[in-house]
């Protein structure tokens, strides 16, 4: 069993639609959670990261974690086409190692 | 500008011919990493430093060398390549700021596309 799940999508919405991007993990010593953003031929870009259970919200991005249910989950509101992209969820425990899921492909039509 | 940088971005070679892929970054992070990245199995974490001389096996070290002499420098090496390890490669840096890993500045090279035949 891999330790972060995410369903690869591809995820395809309309301009202004709200998003949710969602993985399990199974690794119940992660302290940390993180989201990325990964543009087609590019390195991946980190958006945000979370410690613990709770919520944190940056702009029209809102992280989500529920350590109960191992559920991490990834909002974006009025989504634009520049959000077109992989996402990609990751754990960290150790202060060191991290495990990354295999990443939604999102696309936000005009 | 904030940056890492990889080289060689496209690297096609033979099974076994040994071969670097290098990494430098100009932030002064303490803390660098490399991934593979594979259809369907996204990142996978090969190795990691925290600092010059300080190395450690990622979930993957298998067939991989790394070093860290310099800060600035974290060179990937792959004494005898396979073709399993065909793959896209990226390297990272991160800051560590009084001991405490600084999640918010995280930088991900361009990434080297490796093929082994």
């Known amino acids: 069993q891999k330790e972060v799940e995410q369903d690869p999508g591809p995820l395809s919405v309309p301009e202004g639609a709200i998003v949710s991007l969602n993985c399990t993990y199974s690794?119940?010593?992660?302290?940390?959670f993180m989201w990325y953003r990964q543009y087609s031929r590019k390195g991946p870009e980190l958006l945000m990261y979370?410690?613990?259970?709770g919520n944190k919200e940056d702009g029209r991005f809102t992280a989500q974690v529920d350590k109960s249910s191992k559920y991490i989950s990834l909002f974006i509101r009025d989504s634009q086409p520049s959000d077109s992209a992989t996402y990609l969820c990751a754990g960290e425990y150790n202060f060191n190692k991290f495990y990354f899921g295999s990443g939604t492909k999102l696309n936000v039509k005009p | 500008e904030a940056q890492v940088t990889q080289n060689p971005r496209y690297l096609i070679t033979v099974t076994g011919k040994k071969l670097t892929v290098t990494c430098s970054q100009n932030?002064?992070?303490?803390?660098m990493s490399w991934y593979r990245q594979d259809p369907g199995l996204g990142l996978r974490q090969i190795y990691y430093?925290?600092?010059?001389?300080?190395?450690d096996k990622g979930d993957v070290p298998e067939g991989y060398k790394v070093s860290r002499k310099e800060k600035r420098n974290f060179p990937l090496i792959l004494e005898s390549p396979s073709p399993n390890q065909t793959s896209l490669y990226f390297c990272a840096s991160s800051l560590r700021s009084s001991g405490i890993f600084r999640r918010d500045e995280q930088f991900f090279g361009p990434g080297t596309r490796l093929t082994v035949l």
């Open positions: 690794n119940s010593a992660f302290q940390y």
């Open positions: 430093s925290m600092n010059v001389e300080v190395t």
């Open positions: 932030m002064n992070h303490e803390y």
């Open positions: 979370t410690y613990s259970s």
